[in-house]
Every structure is written in C-alpha cells, then in structure tokens.
C-alpha cells in the first residue's frame, strides 16, 4: 500500500540552526501539507501546497518556516533559525485531489528536538 | 478552529463495539465528515468518511443521522490496537477546492482488556 515517507524519523540541532525536514508524499497526489504536534497538544495545521506554490498558510507559518517540492517527488519543510518552541512533532501529508471527498495520508512523523 | 464536539474520553471493554459520538450541528451541506485516529504520536490515520449516507470499510462503520448534525463512528470489534485518540472532522473536500483538515483534541479511546 502507498504511504507517505518522512525523514529524518528524529533530529536534534541547536537553536538558530536551520534545519530541512523531508517528505516523500504518495506519487499521484496533488495536496500536500505540513502540521505538526507539539507535545501534549493538538496537532496543528502549518501549511498547504498546490500546483507548486502555497495555497495557504497559518499563523504559525511564519517568515522563519518555507516549503519547497524541488524535484517533484520531494517536499520539503524549512525552518531558518530554529527556536526552543519549534521543538514538535511535525507531519507531512498528501491527498490525491481527484474528485470528492478524498483523504489526506499522514506520515509516520518527525520529531524535532531544538536544544 | 474545530467545529465538531466529541467527549473527552471513553472506554470499551475488549472485542465489544466501540461507538464514538461526534456532534457537528453547523455542518453545510457540502461538508463531509471524516474520522481519523491516532495511536500515540504516530501520524494521523485515516479511518472513514461520508456526505450522508452511512458507510462502512473494513475498519469502521459511519453513521450519520438525517439531519446530519451528528455522527457515530462504530468500532465494530474493538481489539487492544484500537487504543488511540479519535477525531471527527467536519470539511469541504474536491478537487478544486482544498480544505485543509482542522483538528480538534479527539477522543481518546481506552480498549480495556
């Protein structure tokens, strides 16, 4: 069964550095999206990806966070100059789009830890 | 933010239905509503969803009343894995159109032994 692919399963790095989580979303999906989860609490929408540029963002997606899909299969979460609060969970997902009512699948995740 | 009620947490004794009530009373008539779980800070799974009708897959069963201002999500034979917090999302989904999914806290389900 096609599944989305995250890597690194955990990170650690040291606040200010900038750190690239990766995603390998389901190859004829169209939507993609990062959340994340930080521990305890909600899982959080960050971001939506379209045609290659983002279709919408939340509050938390700041100038700090980007997202890219640089070679078609990839897609990518940039945080610049990470921050003790970025410390999270952080899941990709993908979405066929091709017609109604179709699910998003969810990554196994990625845990940030900033130190 | 969400725009489904749940309670916080149930029980359910091992291999006995599980019945998770969701209350979503300002649905729109083009929303659906979609369930998913997770098992203790893994990703978020797909479980089911439905406009209106009631549906079944080899996971769960969805039912939705009438009115569509409320739902069950039935676990039929709940084993020990199905410990997990569950979350009823209420959200417009097509193809030209993306909504992106809203979580709510869920339920979380305690499959008792």
């Known amino acids: 069964e096609p599944e989305v692919t995250q890597t690194p399963s955990h990170q650690v790095t040291q606040m200010g550095q900038e750190v690239i989580l990766r995603c390998v979303p389901i190859?004829?999906?169209?939507?993609f999206y990062w959340y994340r989860q930080i521990l305890g609490q909600k899982v959080e929408f960050l971001v939506s990806f379209y045609n290659n540029e983002i279709s919408e963002k939340s509050e938390i997606f700041d100038d700090q966070f980007s997202v890219e899909r640089p070679d078609g299969s990839n897609f990518t979460l940039k945080i610049r100059s990470t921050k003790l609060e970025d410390s999270a969970m952080y899941f990709c997902?993908?979405?066929?789009?091709?017609?109604?009512?179709?699910?998003?699948?969810f990554g196994q995740g990625t845990r940030l830890t900033v130190v | 933010d969400a725009k489904t009620t749940q309670p916080t947490s149930m029980d359910c004794a091992e291999g006995r239905a599980a019945n998770l009530p969701c209350n979503h009373s300002?649905?729109?008539?083009?929303?659906?509503v979609y369930w998913y779980r997770q098992i203790h800070s893994q990703g978020p799974q797909y479980i089911i969803h439905?406009?209106?009708n009631n549906e079944t897959n080899e996971m769960a069963s969805l039912i939705i009343t009438e009115d569509r201002k409320s739902s069950t999500l039935i676990l039929p034979h709940a084993t020990l894995r199905d410990t997990a917090v569950y979350y009823c999302i209420v959200r417009v989904a097509n193809r030209n159109r993306d909504d992106k999914i809203i979580f709510g806290k869920g339920t979380r389900l305690h499959i008792l032994p």
């Open positions: 300002t649905i729109s008539g083009n929303e659906y």
């Open positions: 439905g406009l209106k």
């Open positions: 190859s004829n999906h169209l939507y």
């Open positions: 997902a993908s979405r066929e789009g091709q017609g109604w009512g179709t699910e998003a699948f």
